[in-house]
């Protein structure tokens, strides 16, 4: 499995951003996906997961991030609005076969390159 996000860039602090994680490989409706983040300095955390039609948000971002798929397009989003400063981060998709929502980064077997997201204030 392939990952490549898009999507990511500078914005003004109350902004939005889409992110977008195209996937190689099927069947992807069967993958388990997530979007990482991990600023510097920091250790990696979950933004966001989604298996099927379940999510699971970090408190961080419930309310002002959706994560949603579109299998026909093999592809996963992050939608963010509302941003903060403290959402800088560089942003990561992640896939795994496992069923279910998983939260832990450890957990995944396939991992994008990365996309930077920088808020300014």
């Known amino acids: 499995v392939q990952l490549v996000e898009s999507g990511g860039g500078l914005v003004q602090a109350g902004g939005s951003l889409r992110l977008s994680c195209a996937a190689s490989?099927?069947?992807?409706?069967?993958?388990?996906m997530g979007w990482f983040r991990q600023a510097p300095g920091k250790e990696r955390e979950l933004v966001a997961a989604i298996w099927s039609i379940a999510t699971r948000y970090a408190d961080s971002a419930r309310g002002r991030f959706t994560i949603f798929r579109d299998n026909a397009k093999n592809t996963v989003y992050l939608q963010m609005t509302s941003l903060k400063p403290e959402d800088t981060a560089v942003y990561y998709c992640a896939a795994s076969l496992k069923v279910g929502i998983i939260p832990r980064a450890s957990e995944y077997e396939y991992w994008g390159q990365g996309t930077q997201v920088t808020v300014s204030s």
């Open positions: 490989g099927r069947p992807f409706s069967t993958y388990s």
